[in-house]
């Protein structure tokens, strides 16, 4: 008997039991629809994970933030002068495997006015390297300039606007912001660039296709302005991690440090200056695979400038991706449990049903033998049909997860792309003839062992 024969013969039974196959398969249709829906979204969240990654400067991208000195050492602090600008200058001149340095020094209580509308929004003294350190260059400049070298040496009186800074002040995103004058604590600034709000890959598609509203579009009506602003300050708690990140006034950090710092990027801390200190240094290293190797660079570079004292310490991001990582693979760990489940469930209704059936057919395959066939036709022709029971149940599961996946992007309930792909589905193919040869394979061995003679005596 070839393989065809076996075929057509198992598929003419299953379709002779029609509502029974059906029953039998639907173990099998849901854990194969559980299994490509679980494939599916864990890989746009990773996608969606990485995306944050990159946008929060990639795992190129260390802090150098302040922590407490040694145990022992407490009577040393104060000869620390912290993070300030001598740090930016040696770690450029001495750290080989740094490539760029971000310094920043925040604005405490910041009050941002245009015209007669007021708003507290975060400012920062930064450099020209900013952008590239902190969001890996994916935050682009889409009106205007960034602040240029020029702008830090003349301590220029401009700044740089998040677009939703725009927003809060209540203006119309039809009207620029560039060339307009904005106070910062009663300091005029003329705004020279537009940093837009940070999209997904998701949310870009979704936008240009006109599926969704922009990002400002879509906080306004989730606020519910209109021509008013309404519970404004009570809502910035709650509002989306792009749009608040992109509330951001950037001013030249010499700016920062003369006008509202007292302070000077060439005076030292035992000299004149009130506040030299930074509020955060960010760098990014040449190449992430020797990460350790430029801390401990940094981190003997630094100590000569803090005195010996280190009461400085390093964020990673690759801490950032191993918490990401642990997420994902519990996600993976809990959702694979309750498919394995579903396919095992599956697994032992094909084997019962298998054994069901090749009891109804005792007489049958005693006749089979006894015309000539062979113990291994038999074996073969009730494991092909154990396997068929299990495909065709997958490739209802591969239908069933396409009306699963689209439902869910139809009702919004995940804000990064679904797609699946055939290796998901070449996946669930492969493990549902999986269950079904190891569901098939027992009562194929038993059907196969029958005696002939005893067979042909069963009623």
Not at 208 to 217: A, D, L, M, P, R
Not at 427 to 449: E, V
């Amino acid at each position: 008997m070839n393989l065809l024969h076996t075929v057509q013969i198992g598929f003419q039974e299953i379709v002779s039991h029609k509502f029974r196959s059906f029953l039998t398969m639907f173990g099998i249709v849901l854990g194969v629809a559980s299994l490509i829906s679980m494939l599916t979204t864990m890989e746009g969240m990773t996608r969606s994970y990485r995306e944050m990654l990159t946008m929060h400067g990639g795992v190129e991208r260390v802090s150098i933030i302040n922590q407490d000195v040694p145990v022992g050492k407490e009577e040393l602090k104060d000869l620390s002068p912290g993070r300030t600008m001598e740090d930016v200058a040696v770690i450029k001149e001495n750290c080989s495997l740094v490539n760029e340095v971000s310094p920043e020094v925040q604005l405490e209580n910041p009050s941002i006015q245009y015209l007669n509308k007021f708003a507290r929004i975060q400012v920062s003294g930064v450099t020209e390297p900013y952008l590239r350190v902190n969001t890996s260059g994916l935050w682009q400049i889409n009106q205007g300039r960034f602040i240029s070298d020029m702008d830090l040496e003349e301590n220029a009186m401009v700044c740089v606007i998040g677009e939703a800074v725009w927003s809060e002040l209540e203006q119309s995103e039809n009207e620029s912001p560039v060339g307009q004058t904005i106070k910062i604590n009663d300091q005029p600034f003329h705004v020279i660039g537009v940093v837009p709000i940070p999209e997904t890959e998701w949310e870009r598609k979704n936008r240009e296709s006109g599926k969704i509203q922009t990002v400002v579009e879509r906080e306004k009506k989730r606020r519910g302005w209109g021509s008013k602003f309404v519970g404004k300050t009570m809502l910035k708690k709650s509002t989306p991690w792009a749009y608040r990140n992109n509330q951001i006034v950037l001013i030249p950090l010499t700016t920062m440090q003369s006008l509202f710092k007292s302070a000077s990027m060439d005076i030292g801390y035992n000299q004149k200056g009130s506040d030299p200190k930074l509020s955060s240094l960010n760098v990014t290293v040449k190449d992430p695979e020797r990460l350790n190797e430029a801390l401990e660079q940094i981190r003997l570079t630094l100590l000569k400038t803090h005195r010996g004292v280190e009461d400085f310490g390093f964020q990673t991001q690759e801490q950032f991706k191993e918490h990401i990582d642990e997420m994902i693979l519990a996600e993976c760990v809990g959702d694979g449990f309750i498919v394995a489940i579903s396919m095992v469930v599956g697994a032992i209704g094909i084997a019962n049903i298998m054994m069901a059936s090749t009891s109804q057919r005792v007489r049958e395959i005693g006749i089979r033998l006894a015309v000539g066939a062979r113990s291994r036709d038999i074996f073969g022709q009730v494991l092909v049909e154990s396997c068929i029971l299990a495909i065709l149940g997958a490739i209802v599961g591969v239908a069933a997860s396409y009306i699963v996946i689209s439902s869910l992007q139809k009702m919004g309930q995940f804000n990064y792309d679904l797609i699946i792909r055939w290796q998901h589905m070449a996946i669930g193919i492969g493990f549902s003839a999986l269950a079904g040869f190891l569901a098939g394979f027992y009562p194929a061995l038993r059907a196969s062992r029958l005696n002939p003679i005893e067979s042909l005596r069963f009623d």
